[in-house]
Structures are given as structure tokens and as C-alpha cells.
């Protein structure tokens, strides 16, 4: 199995689990594809938290054994099969915690960097080492998040950046020590386990459809999405709640 799912209290924690590594194949790209677009059925889950299993990565990226095999007139379909991997992740329906563990590797980062936010173990290294392998690719993704400069720098050297690194061009939003990685990552989906369901959602589509939008065209879609949320019962739930000072009860409708 080189996915596992654990749902409690409205978290839903995947885990890759195919070791030593958690090197990505074309049918690993396809199982989190599959898994991720499903998850906009878990009406029991607010919030997503995707790790690797064991001690040596996050994901060293794409299983380079694999790859040795494919034919150069097979490339476009197995890009097609990581472009939607990687979509699914980022438009997935509830906000997504990478908690990186190790090194996160060429397709690895690019994973952590479709998702919502990043916390990294100190021990954690971020690289965009495809021009080592012949390859180019992760520059569209993890441009989002860093400065040209920090971002061509990765590409043309191959060399990976340490998590002190990473969190000061802002490609992660938090570093902690390693053994208190579950535990931070824990924390913040806590909190954002609490929130309305349908507040997460649209607030969620909202910030993917606004990221590159002009200001204003963004502001003006954002409200759209206000309006929605404001027929919603919960809406009006969470407002009464703070009128009342007490917890509010969603009932995602």
C-alpha cells in the first residue's frame, strides 16, 4: 500500500508509504490523483495533512528506475497523469498541511508546493534537482511561492536548500524540530478542523480561482463567494455564536 488515509476529529492524515523514499511512480501520481479528487465526498473531514512515512523523506521525487524505461514518445501521456496529480492536491475541496519530514525532492517539492501550507522538520531540504536527470519541470509550482531569483537558483544548480532556507524565500511557512513535526502540523489542522465546513470550501475555491486574478476582478469574486456563504446555516450559526459567546455547531449546510 503506498497510501495510507487516518480521519479523526475532521483530520484527514495521508501518508506516502512506499519506501525507502517514497519515490513518486506513474501509478503513485495516479492513486493520489484518485485519492484527492474523492476527497470532496469526505463530508467528515475539514482538513487534510499529507506526509511520508519513515525517517528518510518526504518524497525524493520521481522513481528514477521507472523512468529509465519510458520512451520519449510515452512522455506526454505520463505528464498528463502528473499534471493531475498535482492539480488534485491544490484544488482539493479542504485546505491541505504538507508536514515535510525529510527531503523533499524535484516531484516532492513540487507536491508540498500544491499544497495550502507548508510545516518542515528542521532536517528537511527542499531541491529542484531535475536538470541532474535530464529533465526540466516544478518551476510553474514553486514559483508561486519563492522569488525568480531563489527559484532559478534551485534550477540551474540542482542543489537542494536546507528549511532555514526554504522558510526565509517563504517556499514554507514554518520550521520545527523534527520530533515535533506531527505535533505542529497536528495543532494548526486542529484549529482549522473547527471551522464551518462550507467556510473552508468556498473559502477555498475562492483563493485558487483569486491567485492571480487583478486585484480588484479578485476582491470583486471573493465577495461572490461571501454571498454563497452567506445563505449558508452555518453562516449564520458562527454569527450568532460569537453574538453569544460560545462555540459554534456547524452542520456543513
Known sequence: MSLTVEKSDRIAR????????????????????????SSSGWDDVNVIVLSGAGSRAFCAGLDLKEFMAATVEDDPKRGAVVRRCFSAVRNAAVPVIAAVNGPALGAGCVLASVCDIRI????????????????????AHIGRLVPQGALRRMFFTGRPIDAAEAFRIGLVDEVVPADQLAAA????????????????????????????????????????????????????????????????VFKGR
Open 185 to 248: 502540523a497536528g495543532r494548526l489542522a486542529a484549529v482549522i478542523a473547527d471551522k464551518a465546513p462550507l467556510g473552508l470550501r468556498y473559502g477555498k475555491q475562492a483563493l485558487n480561482e483569486i491567485e492571480f486574478m487583478p486585484v480588484e476582478d479578485g476582491y470583486a469574486r471573493e465577495q461572490q463567494y461571501s454571498t454563497r456563504l452567506m445563505a449558508t446555516e452555518d453562516a449564520r450559526e458562527a454569527t450568532r455564536a460569537v453574538v453569544e459567546k460560545r462555540p459554534p
Open 14 to 37: 495521508v501518508t506516502l508509504d512506499r519506501p525507502p523514499v517514497n519515490a513518486l511512480t506513474l501509478q503513485l501520481y495516479a492513486d493520489i490523483a484518485e485519492l484527492f479528487e
Open 120 to 139: 518542515a522538520a528542521d532536517n528537511a531540504t527542499f531541491g529542484l534537482p531535475e536538470i541532474n536527470v535530464g529533465r526540466c519541470g516544478g518551476g
